[in-house]
């Protein structure tokens, strides 16, 4: 009885070593914001240029910027002024 219990024991330690040698990568998911450059144009306003990457399935939707322009696409990333 006691032998059943101890190889019982190791094969459950060997399925558990195999499930997580095996599991699959996880990629990174989310939005990832940069800040790329700030400007002070005037006494109270503040630009930022700022870099949205899309690590998700889903698609973003970014309309336009500040002067109400359309967002550029520039390689696979977003520059938008704000």
């Known amino acids: 009885m006691r ?5 019982a024991a190791v094969i459950g330690l060997l399925l558990l070593a195999a499930l997580l040698l095996v599991r699959p ?14 400007h002070r144009t005037t006494n109270s306003v503040l630009q930022a240029t700022v ?3 899309n690590k998700t399935s889903r698609m973003l939707n970014v309309v336009n ?4 322009y359309a967002a550029q696409a520039v390689l696979s990333r977003l520059d938008i002024s704000i």
Request: charged share 25%.
């Open 51 to 53: 870099i949205l990457k």
């Open 3 to 7: 032998f059943v219990a101890i190889a």
């Open 65 to 68: 910027d500040s002067r109400r």
């Open 25 to 38: 990568h996880s990629r990174p998911s989310g939005v990832e914001l940069r800040v790329a450059n700030l």
